[in-house]
């Protein structure tokens, strides 16, 4: 069984891909067709589509998060594997203009896993539904993760999800499911905590997003979306445009646009949000 590390361009996903060795390291990256938002350093756009094969546009998350790939790949002296699914946009426009929320989160199958679970078909297959063992960034204190997780998996411990695998005589496509990955904790395993691996990364020299994932991610709460709004506003400027244009909201009671007038009293930081109030969506 091959070992795959998910990186997810956080510090935890980092120091497992640092400190346990596995045949590939593999990144998934979510994409956007906003201009706007695009990096403002054009080497850095050039490296990303070499990467993911195609023309890139812009990100939904931090742009920090790409330099934290390239950095990471230079200090472990290993490769990793971008791969990138459909857009955000084209996502939403294959779901009929609905939107993702928080009790249907389809942004993270259809951008993260399934980008993820098509690069196993075509790099991990070496034998006919092989499984890969899957080393996932969660630490010692966040057994309920995990154990959310393992619940999902069958009886021979593996993880399964729905693909494509061909056409039916009608032209439709045919789905099937495959079980494709062991899930394994190596932090969790050894007891490594979020003060361990920030002492790890202290000096060292990768960067690091101050919150990983989407800056818009649904499940961070309105205070913390309105910071998003003062360190990214050309991307969360996207997140209201399609909402604008899209069918439903991305949080349940609320617009992006409002949350945009919102006026904090005091002056926030990332530091006054605890990782709860992110998505948690770095797999």
């Known amino acids: 069984m091959k070992t795959v590390t998910s990186v997810s361009g956080g510090q935890s996903s980092a120091y497992i891909a640092a400190n346990y060795p596995t045949d590939f390291n593999v990144f998934s990256l979510v994409c956007i067709d906003e201009p706007k938002a695009a990096p403002k350093d054009k080497k850095i756009i050039q490296m990303v589509s070499d990467r993911i094969g195609r023309e890139f546009i812009a990100t939904a998350e931090d742009d920090i998060i790409l330099n934290t790939i390239l950095d990471l790949e230079q200090f472990i002296g290993s490769k990793i594997d971008w791969v990138a699914g459909d857009s955000f ?43 890969i063992e899957m080393h996932i960034g969660f630490r010692a204190n966040e057994h309920r993760r995990a154990k959310s997780m393992i619940e999902n998996c069958n009886n021979d411990g593996l993880i399964q999800f729905k693909d494509i695998v061909g056409k039916h005589s009608n032209g439709k496509n045919k789905w099937a499911e495959a079980a494709w990955q ?4 190596p932090m969790i395993e050894d007891g490594i905590l979020k003060h361990n691996v920030q002492k790890y990364w202290s000096d060292k020299p990768v960067r690091f997003a101050p919150i ?7 499940h961070k709460q309105p205070l913390l979306l309105r910071l998003e709004y003062d360190n990214h506003p050309e991307t969360m400027d996207w997140f209201e445009k399609i909402e604008k244009d899209g069918k439903g909201t991305w949080k349940d009671g609320m617009t992006y646009a409002d949350i945009k007038k919102h006026r904090p009293q005091m002056q926030l930081g990332f530091d006054d949000f605890s990782e709860c109030d992110t998505g948690h969506c770095g797999l």
């Open 89 to 131: 946009d084209q996502v939403i426009n294959k779901k009929g203009g609905f939107l993702p929320n928080q009790f249907r989160r389809f942004c993270t199958v259809e951008m993260k896993l399934r980008p993820m679970f098509r690069w196993w078909k075509n790099n991990c297959l070496i034998q006919e539904n092989e499984p």
């Open 182 to 185: 062991k899930p394994r904790f």
């Open 212 to 218: 990983n994932g989407c800056v818009g991610c649904i």
